[in-house]
């Protein structure tokens, strides 16, 4: 699986937000989306998962835009917004079955996969509750155990870690690992600068709708020329330079 992003110019109106962003998610990668506030990683990801039309530019999930091909451009993906979106009036156990069915699972199979990620999440008690009366980091989890029991190709994370515990923190951190040795391709927006540095194996900084820079965290310290930065300096400086130069 590959996404690739091709001089995307895009937004909510006609005063782009996004301003020429090329960069690509391929198989086995986890990509991290790294940015202030109002950068536009969500805006980005809005255009990945089809909600924003590109003004400008290209995105393609192996070679096929969503236009061309609705179904097999989103057939490849899940989904994980920052704010969880549940139905009020469905159970836990039917947001499951609706995931299943919307993804044409093996019922069986998708069961068995669900009650594992049910139990690492601690909802396997919780399957006839309401997930629209849970708790924010709940609601978080919710979202992640359909969005993983899936087995996507490809799966685009938006800011993950905000509301979950540590224990659920490194719960999923665990999963998107384990996900992207089986050959996944991970795209997350995230201001966990330290977790970033240590699960993505490329960074894509943006800074006011531009890409600052994009590499492998090797590529991004040998660039800043300083062997001992962290992702947290890097960034920093080079948010700092551009903010400097205007
Ligand atoms: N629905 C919207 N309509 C119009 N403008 C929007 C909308 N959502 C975001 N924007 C604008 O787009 C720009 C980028 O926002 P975006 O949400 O992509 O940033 P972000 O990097 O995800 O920020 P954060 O870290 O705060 O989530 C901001 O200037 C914001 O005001």
Redesign the pocket.
């Known amino acids: 699986m590959t996404l690739k992003i091709n001089g995307l110019v895009g937004?909510?109106?006609q005063v782009p937000?996004l301003k020429n962003i090329s960069f690509e998610v391929r198989a086995g990668q986890v990509v991290g989306l790294i940015?202030?506030?109002?950068?536009?990683?969500?805006?980005?990801?809005?255009h990945v998962i089809g909600l924003l039309t590109p003004q400008k530019g290209s995105i393609t999930i192996d070679g096929v835009t969503l236009l061309a091909s609705p179904e097999k451009y989103k057939s490849k993906m899940a989904y994980i917004p920052?704010i969880p979106v549940l139905y009020q009036e469905l159970t836990l156990k039917e947001h499951i079955e609706l995931t299943i069915m919307a993804y044409g699972m093996n019922k069986e199979k998708a069961w068995a996969r669900a009650r594992k990620l049910l139990k690492t999440f601690r909802l396997s008690n919780k399957l006839e509750w309401f997930p629209a009366n849970f708790s924010k980091g709940m609601k978080q989890k919710v979202m992640i155990v359909c969005a993983f029991l899936t087995e996507a190709d490809f799966y685009v994370i938006?800011?993950p870690f905000l509301g979950l515990d540590p224990l659920a923190t490194r719960d999923l951190l665990n999963l998107i690992e384990k996900e992207r040795k089986r050959g996944a391709a991970i795209l997350m927006?995230t201001?966990v600068l330290s977790t970033a540095q240590e699960y993505c194996n490329y960074f894509v900084l943006?800074h006011q709708?531009k890409i600052r820079t994009q590499g492998t965290f090797e590529e991004l310290r040998n660039s800043y020329q300083d062997q001992q930065a962290s992702l947290t300096d890097i960034y920093l400086g080079l948010t700092q330079e551009v903010t400097d130069d205007e």
């Open positions: 937004g909510y109106s937000v940015g202030l506030n109002g950068a536009g990683k969500s805006t980005t990801i809005n920052e938006d800011e927006s201001h943006l709708g």
